[in-house]
């Protein structure tokens, strides 16, 4: 146990920054933030990279896109124009009209509050999938990772994995079970540890002993 916690404490200080971190979005139990959250799993839920995807989010919320009115009343032209300074390029015309039909799901369903959605479905997961994949663009997979982001904000989801959260752990010879990988982290570093897990899985940071660096390398070798 005491190795498994060297390896969580090494990954979270290496890798452990939700995508929403890295999209600027200080997450929190808020009408905007919650909107904006689903922006960015929009943007993630089409085959493009992670990081394009991060970039093209940045570049919508500093045009001003950051309420689900600001987006179902804004101009196509301008969305499209933040989508290309954040290299989102291949999915722009779809992408650009799934969000504005989001967006006025969100608006016309949920009063353009998220926490309505969360309401609705009682907090329990299966229930918030399925609400959550009636949002244009969003299907299993998106809807997984707004999930996996949330819960650092919605704690009565927490500890929530899922594959891919399971497939990291694994790698690293941790274990792959929500409730034994709550042990070994604390409150919202939850959804960092679950993050940086996916990151493993997906290829995004190495596993290998002989590429991975300093601290982390150290703790898997350990084992």
């Known amino acids: 146990m005491s190795d498994d916690r060297e390896v969580v404490r090494a990954l979270l200080d290496r890798y452990g920054q939700t995508y929403a971190q890295q999209a600027g979005i200080d997450l929190a139990d808020r009408p ?11 943007l993630l839920s089409t085959r493009i990279r992670a990081n394009v995807a991060i970039a093209a989010a940045r570049e919508l919320f500093a045009a001003g896109f950051r309420s689900p009115q600001q987006m179902a009343e804004g101009n196509r032209r301008s969305v499209l124009a933040a989508l290309g300074r954040g290299h989102y390029r291949r999915y722009d015309e779809r ?31 299966p229930a918030l999938r399925r609400l959550l994949m009636e949002f244009p663009g969003i299907g ?22 899922d594959r891919r959260v399971g497939t990291g752990a694994q790698r690293l010879g941790l274990p792959a079970s929500a409730d034994k ?14 993050s940086a897990l996916v990151r493993v899985s997906l290829g995004e940071q190495p596993i290998d002993d002989r590429e991975l660096s300093g601290d982390l390398a150290r703790a898997v070798a350990a084992r």
């Open 95 to 125: 992408t650009a009209t799934m969000l504005a039909e989001g967006a006025k799901l969100c608006l016309d369903r949920w009063h353009g509050d998220l926490r309505r959605l969360h309401d609705e479905a009682n907090g329990d997961p």
């Open 140 to 161: 299993p997979t998106g809807a997984e990772i707004f999930l996996r982001e949330v819960q650092a904000v919605w704690p009565g989801l927490r500890p929530y994995t």
């Open 181 to 194: 990988l709550s042990g070994l982290t604390r409150g919202a570093d939850f959804a960092r540890l679950a």
């Open 32 to 42: 905007g933030p919650l909107y904006r959250l689903l922006v960015l799993t929009t």
